[in-house]
């Protein structure tokens, strides 16, 4: 099922990102029993982070690179503000 779902992800390069619904709403018409979003799910958890697809396919994926990179930037950010938090709370001193 994951070449299947990676397959239709390279080919649909004009469905728009992987990070949207129309890319998923589309390819969930192809997977009956799976919702879309189980399916964007999927990519996201086991297929894009596998190292084997992101050698492959590296070529293919084109403007998805930029959308990977700013949920990458995203998620380092709320782990920035997390630590700030946790090293505020520690810091601070009590009269």
Request: hydrophobic residues 30%.
């Amino acid at each position: 099922m994951d070449e299947r779902i990676l397959a239709f992800v390279i080919a649909h390069p004009e469905r728009g990102s992987v990070s949207g619904k129309k890319l998923w709403k589309e390819a969930a018409k192809l997977f009956p029993g799976k919702t879309w979003q189980s399916l964007k799910q999927r990519y996201k958890k086991f297929i894009a982070t596998s190292s084997t697809t992101n050698k492959s396919s590296k070529a293919a994926r084109g403007k998805r690179e930029c959308g990977a990179a700013a949920g990458e930037k995203r998620n380092m950010n709320k782990r920035r503000k997390k630590l700030s938090n946790a090293t505020r709370i520690h810091t601070t001193t009590y009269c």
